[in-house]
């Protein structure tokens, strides 16, 4: 197995002396050339005894991918070895890309997501509390950390511990994947899985490095004169000094307590540190996850560790069978001596006449290739990997149990096969919800703090709009507030099941039965709740707007019923929690003017069924009378009201409505 070639001899063959060293630790260096010194030789020895972890990481690609890659550095990554046998030209079953893909399948149908609350908070950090959710949800798509989630989650099955670094470039906070083999902790500090350093060693292009460090004093002169990263197996080859990739190692030491001001960061090339900042946090800049937690140490082990024995027999036995079948799966033409069968005759021609001369005919012999028992073998072996891991292999092969036939049954069905994995799917959301949340929530603070850059703004989703929001508008105490992990959606996925749910909601009477049969038909339930909870959704809009300050005037055809409870509601609340007093008085006005348009409203409409029943004794005395054009009854000459009906009474007129009079303001409102 090839390992990836060392760090130092990667560097044109240029090395630092490192006996007039110091002593001190690199995080206490004040001189830019000892502090990039220091650094690289303490990544040279952490890698020098990461022998066993970097094989293990590419044994992990190669079972996963099913490539006998050589290394994952810039040039081995892609490189196959002189192997006679390739991946290509043998039996593939990989038990543990199955248990793999089927798992990280699982966590895609939910993307945990913090909420914020404050604790013991006024009515001021609550607001900006709930601002601050819209941020982060902002934040979360504008990084596409769904997507790097599934990376994370993916890796931690893979390698054991699946890595996210959050950083931040000017007033602009990013996030990337971190494959394992670039991370490094000392094995010595990690006995308790809580290093005080960590190190990165990544290629960056050139041209990219000094457009990230251009504000940089005495970087991109640095940058310039640093060699490339070389291939030694291609020294030779024009391609090879066409590529611009520069070895780059960051180094992290974390504050020792808070406000120690020890913590630092420091970045450095092979011919010095081009930036040095300090670093005031005490958990490193990665968010880690992994899938089973180590007793001991740093990185975590993950299915491919847990499969790798049965992966490797599964491999062996697959191999045996094909041998088998290509030796002995052609049928053999046993031609007796003397018998005159003439070879050529023998053709694969359905209903041949073959002509022979001897008592003995021809004789056709097949074998039996492989005996029973290794194929029993073979699939004892696929079925404990299922069982190891906990995955069900009828959802790795997208099959539901026989007799699952609503949806009731199907979503128990997954709720016991998730009960397997309640520690995983716990820890992820801590790590998602929260972690991530702590690092964006960490480096906003920076961007705050550092006067040479723009505010932080991010395009956050309001309702069905997008608005830009400011850090500073949403900015609370971390002490002040508590991050808690946002349920996912309940929604059921497959339509056998958003039909089971139709189901449910007509026999409970909360959907009319018209409805249903259209949702039968087509089970939009997304589609089908927004639009029942518009109203509401409408009502909680103008609660947020009176709330921030801004005024909109009722709307008739809001829902009168539900308004006025729930917006007192929400003045009282806002009351009592010491809003604003433009907001209260925006409370009062709507209230108000909402009552002034409901009775306008509510007398419009008795004016309207009035002026309806009135036409339908009109008609009801046209059919009495005979209708239109009939000849004149008894009593019909008169001008009478209703002298055309023996008995009738005279229809009421109807009485004059008169405007409503508005209430007057409370004193406390502006006139």
Known sequence: MAAEPHILEQRSGK?????????????????????????????TYLQD????????????????????????????????????????????????????????????????RPRFLTSGGDYMQQRRAKRLQQFMDGMFYNLDLEEKSLDQVRDSCVFGTGLVYFYRIGNRICAERV??????????????????????????????????????????????????????????STYNFQRDQIQVVMA??????????????????????????????QIPPVSKLVWKKPMVGYWGKGIADDLTGLQIEINRLLKKIQDAHHLLAVPWILRPVGSRVNPSQIQNVPGLILDYNGDIPPTVVSHRTVNPE??????????????????????????????????????????????????QGKRRERVVAIGYAEHIIALAKEIAEDASVPDLVVNAPVGSDMAKIKWDDVS?????????????????????????????????????????????????????????????????????????????????????????????????????EGAPEKALNNFRRY??????????????????????????????????????????????????????VPGAA???????????QQQPPPPSMPT
């Not at 299922?386 to 979503?411: F, R, W």
């Open 650 to 660: 005279p229809p009421q007129q109807p009485p004059q409505q008169q405007p409503p």
């Open 252 to 281: 992290w030491h974390l504050e020792s307590a808070p406000g120690a001001g020890d913590g630092r960061f420091v970045t450095c090339v092979q011919d010095g540190m081009i930036n040095d900042a300090p670093y005031p946090r």
């Open 476 to 576: 609370i105490p971390r002490d002040d507030l508590i991050i808690e992990i946002y349920p996912a959606s309940s929604f059921p996925r497959s339509p056998a099941a958003k039909q089971e749910r139709v189901m449910q909601m007509m026999g409970g009477q909360l959907i009319d039965p018209a409805e249903a049969m259209k949702l039968l038909d087509f089970p939009d339930l997304q589609a089908f709740t927004d639009r029942r909870d518009a109203p509401l959704n409408d009502i909680e809009a103008v609660i947020e707007l009176l709330e921030d300050g801004d005024y909109e005037t009722p709307e008739p055809f809001m829902d009168f019923v539900r308004a006025r409870p729930m917006i007192q509601g929400a003045y009282l609340r806002a009351r009592r």
């Open 49 to 112: 005894n990461y022998n066993d972890k970097r094989d293990t990481i590419i044994r992990n690609m190669r079972l996963y991918g099913g490539n006998s890659v050589e290394g994952y550095g810039p040039y081995s990554y892609n490189r196959l070895p002189n192997n006679p046998f390739r991946a290509s030209d043998r039996l593939s079953l990989n038990v543990i890309a199955s248990n793999i893909d089927t798992y990280v399948s699982k966590m895609a149908m939910s993307m945990p």
């Open 591 to 644: 209230m108000v003017e909402l009552d002034a348009l409901q009775q306008r409203t509510a007398a419009y409409q008795a004016n309207q069924a009035q002026l309806q029943q009135m036409a339908a004794q009109k008609q009801a005395g046209l059919v009495a009378g005979g209708g239109q054009g009939a000849p004149p009854g008894p009593g019909t000459m008169t001008n009478e009201p209703g002298a055309g």
């Open 374 to 423: 290794i194929y029993e073998h073979l699939q004892r072996l696929i079925d404990y990997s299922y069982e190891i891991t906990g995955i069900s292999q009828l959802s790795a092969a997208s099959q539901k149990p026989a007799g699952l036939n609503s949806g009731v049954a199907l979503q128990e069905y997954h709720d016991i096969g998730t009960v397997r994995f309640q520690d």
């Open 15 to 43: 090395r630092l002396d490192y006996s007039k060293m110091p002593e001190t630790p690199w995080y206490e260096l004040t001189t830019p050339r000892d502090v990039a010194m220091a650094t690289w030789e303490v990544l």
């Open 179 to 236: 494959f394992p083999g670039e991370w490094f902790v000392d094995p010595k500090q990690s006995l308790y899985g809580e290093p005080q350093e960590h190190f990165r060693v990544k290629y960056v292009d050139r041209a990219v490095l000094m457009g990230m460090y251009q504000d940089v004093p005495g970087a991109q002169d640095i940058i310039a004169h640093t060699d490339a990263v070389e291939d030694p197996a291609y020294t030779t």
